[in-house]
T-cell receptor
Framework: KAGVTQTPRYLIKTRGQQVTLSCSPISGHRSVSWYQQTPGQGLQFLFEYFSETQRNKGNFPGRFSGRQFSNSRSEMNVSTLELGDSALYLC?????????????FGQGTRLTVV | DQQVKQNSPSLSVQEGRISILNCDYTNSMFDYFLWYKKYPAEGPTFLISISSIKDKNEDGRFTVFLNKSAKHLSLHIVPSQPGDSAVYFCAARINFGNEKLTFGTGTRLTIIP
């Protein structure tokens, strides 16, 4: 069974640009969550999508957005990039709808903003 | 407001001995707790979890203990092996209709051969 796949693995962008990251969840998982990991802040929750709808949102500015497609694949977009957006972006998928389910993470996309 | 705290940024343990990683939480609504292991430049790997209705869960060398009254959980690894060297994150969740995980800041575990 394939794991969570994130593309691309590495990205370098310039301040002011926008970026789109992609995540393919484990087959059968309908919940996809996104997290930002930085050295200073640890792992911070961005948002969760379930059945193409955003179900939860963390405390990030509106420049961070996402969507989910009918096949559960998800994309995350960051517009008007700032230097502080440099981070490891992680996607997690879950078999939601049941109690006590764990989230499985992809390898992440390392975004560097210069 | 850090709702999940791991107060020890690092821990060194001799190979073969027990490693104990600690985690405290403040939100009494959390009812499911997970431990993840993370290597640099990789995503976290799920290790073990515990529901709030239990006080202990064991899986091989890994045991998680939950003390609800103290809002404290711990991960025990015994015996510790060199491959256990990694950063360990504690995470918590409110179970219903919600997959959002709140993470601690992590503890870097180093196993000394």
């Amino acid at each position: 069974k394939a794991g969570v796949t994130q593309t691309p693995r590495y990205l370098i962008k310039t301040r002011g640009q926008q970026v789109t990251l992609s995540c393919s969840p484990i087959s059968g998982h309908r919940s996809v969550s996104w997290y930002q990991q930085t050295p200073g802040q640890g792992l911070q929750f961005l948002f969760e999508y379930f059945s193409e709808t955003q179900r939860n949102k963390g405390n990030f500015p509106g420049r961070f957005s996402g969507r989910q497609f009918s096949n559960s694949r998800s994309e995350m977009n960051v517009s008007t990039l700032e230097l502080g957006d440099s981070a490891l972006y992680l996607c997690a998928s879950s078999l939601t709808g049941r109690l006590n389910t764990e989230a499985f993470f992809g390898q992440g996309t390392r975004l560097t903003v210069v | 407001d850090q709702q999940v705290k791991q107060n020890s940024p690092s821990l060194s343990v001799q190979e073969g001995r027990i490693s104990i990683l600690n985690c405290d939480y403040t939100n009494s609504m959390f009812d499911y707790f997970l431990w993840y292991k993370k290597y640099p430049a990789e995503g976290p790997t799920f290790l073990i979890s515990i529901s709030s209705i239990k006080d202990k869960n064991e899986d091989g060398r890994f045991t998680v203990f939950l003390n609800k009254s103290a809002k404290h959980l711990s991960l025990h690894i015994v015996p510790s092996q060199p491959g256990d060297s990694a950063v360990y994150f504690c995470a918590a969740r409110i179970n219903f209709g919600n997959e959002k995980l709140t993470f601690g800041t992590g503890t870097r575990l180093t196993i000394i051969p």
